[in-house]
């Protein structure tokens, strides 16, 4: 596809269960990002992946969050034994080299509900 | 560490307004700047960059000029309209850090 695809695009669970988050970014970019929104803030980063270097973890929150990346093509996000601290938007980026100057194009993001 | 600082919203104005939205920034080196736009149901896009000092980023005739001297990268535009109704982020990139750091955003709504 033309940009960056995020599945599923809602999702609601109960606390305590896992959870997990995909993104297909575009074709050719070799760095992807996920950042989370929670309402009425804005954007915190939390990993980044370029091409086959160790990814960046220093925003992940704790170590119930963890993500993988395949090469250059699809990343997962998961999220286990949710709580509802957890709750708000999971975007996903990506860039065509990961340098400062090239910009950023996200996905419509997940938005996670935890009951 | 990096961070951003936006004025806060929500910015009412009517249409053919004059829109500014203030932006500084904290930073070491010379990052690039960014002014992303996310429309009601819609998710974030670029709407204009730049990338080195005096740089001027232009789109859909919205302006931000990147001050070096006063870290500042403000957004305006001439005369609004209705459809630019949205919440504006501005965000860095900084040399040492790819992921982008964020405003908390502003939120923009013109009225007819």
């Known amino acids: 596809g033309a940009g960056v695809s995020q599945s599923p695009s809602n999702k609601v669970t109960e606390k305590g269960k896992d959870v997990e988050l995909r993104c297909d970014p575009i074709?050719?970019?070799?760095?992807l990002y996920w950042y989370r929104q929670r309402l009425g803030q804005g954007l915190e980063f939390l990993i980044y992946?370029?091409?086959?270097?160790?990814?960046?973890k220093s925003g992940l929150p704790s170590d119930r969050f963890s993500a993988e990346r395949t090469g250059e093509s699809v990343s997962t996000l998961t999220i286990q034994r949710t709580q509802q601290e957890d709750s708000a938007v999971y975007l996903c980026?990506?860039?065509?080299?990961?340098?400062?100057?090239?910009?950023?194009?996200f996905g419509d993001g997940t938005r996670l509900s935890i009951l | 560490g990096d961070s951003v600082t936006q004025m806060e919203g929500p910015v009412t104005l009517s249409e053919e307004a004059f829109l500014t939205i203030n932006c500084t920034y904290t930073?070491?080196?010379?990052?690039?700047l960014f002014w992303y736009v996310q429309y009601p149901g819609e998710g974030l896009q670029l709407l204009l960059k730049?990338?080195?000092?005096?740089d001027k980023g232009s789109n859909k005739g919205f302006e931000a000029t990147y001050r070096k001297e006063t870290t500042s990268f403000h957004l305006e535009k001439g005369s609004v309209q209705v459809s630019d109704s949205a919440v504006y982020f501005c965000?860095?990139?900084?040399?040492?850090?790819?992921?982008?750091?964020f405003g908390s955003g502003t939120r923009l709504q013109v009225q007819p």
């Open positions: 730049a990338t080195k000092a005096d």
């Open positions: 965000a860095l990139s900084g040399t040492g850090r790819r992921a982008l750091t």
């Open positions: 074709s050719g970019h070799t760095a």
């Open positions: 930073a070491t080196g010379y990052p690039s």
């Open positions: 992946f370029q091409g086959n270097s160790a990814p960046d």
């Open positions: 980026a990506s860039s065509f080299s990961g340098t400062e100057y090239q910009p950023q194009h």
